[in-house]
């Protein structure tokens, strides 16, 4: 009977093993270069959460509460949004402007708004239409509206 040497054998998974590592190596670095393993950054998506909290009766009008959270380290000069108020049949109420600026870095912040002539039960919805005013300290922010988080604890939901 003959002896087998698996030398050979070897020699092939070691050098599987060699080129493993090195595909390995390659694709790791190209991840650490691509920046998958950074921190979003400052101004990413929901970086800026806001809440609907609470829907308050004030005589013939209606006193919104917003809960307003910068989870980042950019100050905010300027945040003026577009608001569209759904009556709870779901037909368009009145559109509006508010504005939530000043923005602290790392900050929550409560906003009040009162709808004149508005009954907190006949608010069913609002919508954040559109951002129309977002600047930083540094300048102008680009797609602010992607920036936004929403939810509410009123009975009316805060969409965007």
């Known amino acids: ?3 087998v040497s698996f030398q050979p054998a070897r020699r092939v998974a070691r050098a ?3 080129a493993l590592i090195s ?5 790791l670095a190209s ?3 691509s ?3 950074q921190p979003a950054s400052a101004t990413g998506p929901g970086s800026i959460a806001i809440e609907l909290n609470k829907l308050e009766p004030q005589g013939n009008q209606c006193r919104a509460y917003f809960v307003v959270t910068n989870k980042n380290s950019t100050n905010y000069q300027e945040l003026k949004l577009d608001l569209v ?3 709870s049949d779901g037909v368009i109420g009145r559109r509006f402007a508010v504005d939530l600026a000043p923005l602290k870095p790392n900050k929550r ?3 009040l708004f009162e709808l004149a002539d508005t009954a907190c039960d006949d608010v069913g919805s609002f919508l954040i239409n559109e951002v129309m005013e977002c600047k930083a300290d540094s300048g102008p922010v680009a797609d602010c509206l992607n920036n936004i988080s929403v939810s509410s604890l009123a009975k009316a939901q805060l969409t965007k």
Do not use: C, I, P, Y
């Open 1 to 3: 009977m003959s002896q």
């Open 16 to 18: 599987h093993l060699v």
């Open 23 to 27: 595909l390995a190596s390659v694709f």
């Open 31 to 33: 991840e650490a270069a």
């Open 35 to 37: 920046g998958a393993d």
């Open 85 to 87: 108020l759904f009556r």
């Open 109 to 111: 912040t409560v906003k």
